[in-house]
C-alpha cells in the first residue's frame, strides 16, 4: 500500500470507531487515541530517509602513441564554469565552424577537439574541427591549426564530465613516472557524441573522450 492509502484507510478505520462509540455510548477518549495513534504512523510513513546513490568513478585507459597529422579549422573562447564550456563549445562546433565548414566545402577528416590553458576556472580554450584542406577565406575570429607528428600519452577517458580532471591528473603521473614532462597545450577529442540523434543524453559511460598529452 502506498502512503496516500495507508492514511486514507486509517481515517475511514477512526470514522467508523466514532460512529460505533456514539451507538454505544462510548468515551470520546479512545477515539481521540485511536485517531492520534492512525496519523502519527501516517506521519512516520512520510518521513523516510531518502535513498542516496554514489557516483561510480570513470574509466580511464592510458596509453602512449604518436599524434596523427592534422589540419584543424579553430575559435579562441573563454568560460568561467565546465558547464559553460560545454555550453559554447556546442556553438562553436555547431553553428560557426560548422557553418563555414559547409559554406566551403570542406570535409570533417577527424571528431572535435579542444585545447586548454588549464584545467580549472577561468577556462580559456580553442576549439577545433579538423579539415581536409584550408578554407579560401576564414571568418573573423577563425584561425587554422596545424597538428604535426608528436610523442603524445593519451587518457581513454568514460564518464561523466564533471570527473575528466581525473584523466589529466593520471596524465601528469605517467609523465612524473617516466620522467616526461609535457609539451605545449593539453588537448582533448570528443571521440563520442554525448547525445542521441533526438538530443537525448547518452550514458556518460559509454562516452569516450580521449584527453592528449604532447611530451619531450
Not at 542516496?52 to 596523427?68: A, F, M, Q
Not at 562553436?92 to 559547409?102: D, E, Q, S
Not at 570533417?108 to 581536409?132: H, L, R, V
Amino acid at each position: 500500500m502506498n502512503m496516500k492509502h495507508n492514511l486514507l484507510s486509517g481515517l475511514l478505520f477512526a470514522t467508523l470507531l466514532l460512529t460505533n462509540a456514539c451507538n454505544n455510548n462510548e468515551p470520546e477518549k479512545k477515539i481521540t487515541e485511536d485517531l492520534k495513534s492512525d496519523t502519527t504512523k501516517a506521519e512516520t510513513k512520510k518521513v523516510e530517509e531518502p535513498v542516496v546513490e554514489s557516483k561510480r568513478g570513470p574509466v580511464i585507459n592510458i596509453g602512449d602513441t604518436l599524434s596523427v597529422k592534422r589540419m584543424v579549422l579553430t575559435m579562441k573562447d573563454s568560460a568561467a564554469t565546465l558547464e559553460r564550456v560545454g555550453l559554447k563549445l556546442g556553438e562553436i562546433y555547431g553553428a560557426k565552424l560548422g557553418a563555414v565548414i559547409k559554406k566551403n566545402n570542406l570535409k570533417q577528416t577527424g571528431a572535435p577537439m579542444a585545447w586548454y590553458k588549464s584545467d580549472k576556472a577561468p577556462y580559456f580554450f580553442e576549439a577545433g574541427i579538423p579539415i581536409d584542406k584550408k578554407p579560401s577565406k576564414l571568418s573573423k575570429g577563425m584561425y587554422v591549426k596545424e597538428i604535426g607528428v608528436d610523442s603524445i600519452v593519451v587518457a581513454h577517458f568514460y564518464g561523466p564530465y564533471d570527473l575528466l580532471p581525473q584523466a589529466y591528473d593520471a596524465l601528469r603521473d605517467w609523465l612524473k613516472d617516466h620522467k616526461k614532462k609535457i609539451k605545449g597545450a593539453p588537448y582533448e577529442i570528443y571521440v563520442g557524441d554525448s547525445v542521441d540523434s533526438n538530443g537525448k543524453p547518452l550514458d556518460p559511460y559509454k562516452v569516450q573522450t580521449d584527453v592528449v598529452f604532447s611530451w619531450k
